[in-house]
């Protein structure tokens, strides 16, 4: 089933706020500094990204758009 563009955009939005304002607490709790402003924004977009998708894995860029890749030309491989 495909989801509408304002659910992928409020999945994208929710899991953005939920990754960027959870990495304060999550580095607290295994001793490690307070994210930067940076890593905030890296968080957000890595979250919006998951989001978006669906697939929910807050994975960098690259990495995501290799899965992708990878993914599209397994399935063009079996669709012929």
């Known amino acids: 089933m495909k989801r ?8 994208a939005f929710d899991r953005a706020a939920r990754d ?9 709790a295994y001793g490690e500094p307070e994210p930067t ?5 890296v968080f957000w977009c890595r ?4 989001g978006l ?4 894995r807050s994975l960098p860029l690259g990495e995501r758009l ?12 079996s669709a012929r």
């Open 4 to 11: 509408s563009l304002m659910r992928a955009l409020a999945e």
């Open 20 to 28: 960027r304002f959870e990495a304060p607490q999550a580095a607290a």
């Open 37 to 41: 402003v940076w890593e905030s924004w």
């Open 47 to 50: 979250g919006f990204a998951a």
């Open 53 to 56: 998708v669906g697939d929910w």
């Open 66 to 77: 290799r899965a992708w890749a990878l993914r599209r030309k397994a399935s063009k491989g």
